[in-house]
């Protein structure tokens, strides 16, 4: 059996000012009480703020990208200071720190020219400025930690979005805490077994592909087949679900014990799978009712499915 929580705490990095400090170059913060009331209550936070840390001030000039998308230069808006080569220095012996601390994950600020991932504005020397850019720290942790989930604030306000970095946050902790308990040929089956409803309600195509990695361990040395497995792992989780996806895999597990179930529960379990099906419930609801049977009818194989309860339930995922 594989325990499906982590033992050791989930470590999530984040923009400092995410969490209410004051270190924006304004002398503001952009507190977001789901990240500071809420998940706060399930990982550990590693804040960081990647302007101050690197010893510019608060309040402080504001910054921008100018150039190129592929190597912008990161610039103050009015006097041009040039701050590229201080923040790129900052930021790889910074990532090295953060190494030794493990994250799970990073919620990063969006819009940023220090800390957002995506679509931050790039200003050129004429025309407008383009949403293409990525802010110097986030693009030099990301290629520091491809397989580190990241998101940034505003996208989690989406159920769905926040929904897929959560699971990717806690499968990726317990990826990591599989590596660390001395892994083997053996250990890795049981733990794509653990995962095999969630990787189907993802990515029939991935858990193919990860299951011959598996069938074919032997062919593989310990640490390729482990790189291969997490690169592979990780990626099948970006895929999004959906509530067809769902549906199978329900009716999936289900089919283990329908024999087992009166003809008044089976007519209720097509009844509930129905209503998800047309949008009428949430995802918890099907996902209760198959747990309930699994505990009552004692299906061993299903009970040890991460997909069943794959994040702290007070996060109140899939109720949307
Ligand atoms: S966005 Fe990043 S650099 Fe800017 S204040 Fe927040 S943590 Fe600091």
């Not at 087949?225 to 329900?250: C, D, I, P, S, W």
Request: hydrophobic share 35%.
């Amino acid at each position: 059996m594989m325990s499906t929580t982590s033992p050791l705490p989930i470590r999530i990095g984040i923009s400092r000012c995410l969490l209410g400090e004051k270190v924006r170059y304004d002398g503001g913060h952009k507190r977001d009480s789901f990240l500071a009331d809420t998940l706060g209550r399930h990982v550990e936070w590693v804040p960081v703020c990647p302007e101050v840390e690197a010893g510019l001030g608060t309040p402080r000039e504001a910054m921008r990208l100018v150039g190129q998308p592929e190597a912008p230069r990161l610039l103050t808006v009015t006097s041009g200071l040039d701050h590229t080569h201080m923040m790129e220095r900052f930021s790889h012996h910074r990532v090295r720190e953060l190494k030794t601390l493990d994250l799970s994950g990073y919620v990063f600020k969006q819009g940023s020219p220090s800390c957002g991932v995506e679509r931050v504005r790039i200003y050129h020397e004429q025309g407008m400025p383009t949403r293409n850019g990525v802010g110097l720290f986030a693009r030099i942790f990301q290629e520091r930690f491809p397989l580190v989930p990241v998101e940034e604030e505003g996208r989690l306000a989406d159920p769905s979005l926040r929904d897929n970095f959560l699971e990717r946050v806690f499968s990726y902790a317990r990826w990591r805490e599989w590596q660390r308990h001395r892994p083997t040929r053996r250990g890795l089956a049981v733990f794509h077994t653990a995962h095999k409803f969630l990787l189907l309600a993802h990515s029939r195509p991935h858990y193919e592909q990860l299951g011959r990695l598996v069938g074919n361990a032997k062919r593989y040395r310990p640490t390729d087949l482990t790189q291969a497995y997490g690169r592979l792992f990780m990626e099948a989780l970006r895929v999004k679900t959906t509530v067809r996806k769902h549906a199978n895999v329900l009716q999936h597990m289900v089919g283990f014990f329908k024999s087992r179930l009166s003809a008044a529960e089976r007519e209720e379990w097509q009844e509930v799978l129905h209503d998800y099906h047309r949008g009428l419930t949430p995802l918890i609801v099907p996902l209760t009712l198959v747990k309930h049977y699994v505990r009552r009818l004692e299906i061993r194989y299903l009970a040890d499915q991460v997909y069943l309860s794959p994040h702290p339930k007070e996060l109140m995922l899939r109720n949307h």
